[in-house]
């Protein structure tokens, strides 16, 4: 994921134009690491050894990855929350097809 943080920059920058590159850099990392850190946390529901609360673990991840995501875009970018959300759906699609490959990727160079 680390090599991934330019990529939505650029995601970014494709849905927020008005800014710099470093501006949309700096978000990136910053959006990043709170994924990491919620990725993290969710990881030790693992320990519990229930699939009830990994399922549910997974499920809060995913809600709160978004709706931090969503949150954090409208107060650095600005715009309606409706356009908030559309583009924050957008910038997620992307990204998740742009880590799809990137994950495929790397799976394909493992195993040669």
Not at 63 to 78: E, M, N, P
Request: aromatic share 16%.
């Amino acid at each position: 994921l680390f090599a991934l943080v330019p990529a939505l920059a650029c995601v970014l920058a494709l849905f927020y134009r008005g800014r710099t590159f470093p501006e949309h850099l700096y978000f990136a990392v910053l959006l990043q690491s709170f994924v990491f850190l919620v990725l993290a946390l969710e990881s030790m529901t693992a320990f519990v050894g229930t699939l009830v609360a990994l399922a549910v673990g997974q499920f809060v991840q995913a809600v709160v990855i978004a709706w931090y995501g969503v949150v954090a875009q409208r107060r650095v970018y600005g715009g309606s929350w409706p356009m908030a959300v559309l583009k924050g759906l957008g910038v997620g699609a992307v990204y998740f097809l742009l880590w799809s490959a990137a994950v495929l990727g790397v799976t394909v160079w493992a195993d040669a």
